[in-house]
């Protein structure tokens, strides 16, 4: 069984094909609200997306969220969070928090996925303060910044996800229920967002992350100074330092590491790329300054990394 490594740089399964999603890969634009309607006479919305590719745009709603992922894979974008997820994800979303998933590069597979949204008045107004509902109330308070399960956890609760398609709606919000509570007892859940994420950006603050966001993902692979992302969002280099620091909680040099990173990572395990082409390819002109920051950020050797890696299956 794959291990489950409680850290933002979370080792995928092995997904058979290498991903070239070097050459024009692209952060989210602009979070947009999108408004959920729930079925008639129904108290949440279940349906199952099937598509070519997982496309669509970073966006929040008011409502909660469970995304389970049958098919496919990519990046999946949740606050501040930028992950890699396959088949098997399983994650819940809290009310407002910005997300959205993305296909990379060509596969076989058709994304699917099952989702689940729910506004907080599902029972009606304080039914969460009851104390049956606690540990169901202390779950969505942390979903705030999304919540990725463990894959024991995916196993307990399909089985109810996929029954509720064919069940009465009495039945149906029962199974949410038991759903949510299995959750809440999941010891190995982990947060997705950072805990100073500003999911309440205004629409100024808004455009100039896309911006910061956009010009990251097609120029990673090119030095980038504080003068030139500064006034590409028109802020002296103070401000603008100040400004990422206080919507991140990071640095913008500790965000573009790692993002660099993280692309590194995915080489790693999915290709017999040497470390030095990897470094290139993930911007870094340096070899010793890739391998501190690697260390800084994973804990190990980029070679140690690969080889834990391939270990969890070969065993």
Known sequence: MLPYFAHNFNIPRPIGKIWHIFKDYTLPMKARLEK???PPQGSFKMFHYENKEFDAPWHFHPEFELTHIV????????????MEFEAGDLVLLGANLPHCWKSTGAS?????????????????????????F?????????ASRGLQFGPENVDNVLALMHAMDRQAPFDKILSLLN?????????????????????KLNHRANQRINLIHDFVGKNYQHSISLAQISDLVNMGEETFCRFFKRTFNKTFFTFLNEYKIKLACKLLIESDQQVTEIAFQSGYESLPFFYRQFNKFMGCSPLAYRQKYRRAFVE
């Open 134 to 142: 606690k540990g169901i109330q202390k779950l969505l308070v942390s």
């Open 108 to 132: 076989d597979a058709l994304a699917k996925s099952i989702v689940v949204q729910w506004k907080e008045e599902l029972l009606g107004t304080g039914w969460l303060d009851k104390n049956e």
């Open 179 to 199: 759903v949510l509570h299995i959750l809440s007892k999941d010891p190995n859940c982990k947060f997705l967002s950072g805990d100073n994420f500003s999911a």
């Open 36 to 38: 959920i309607t729930s």
């Open 71 to 82: 098919s496919g894979g990519g990046i999946r974008y949740v606050g501040d969070s930028v």
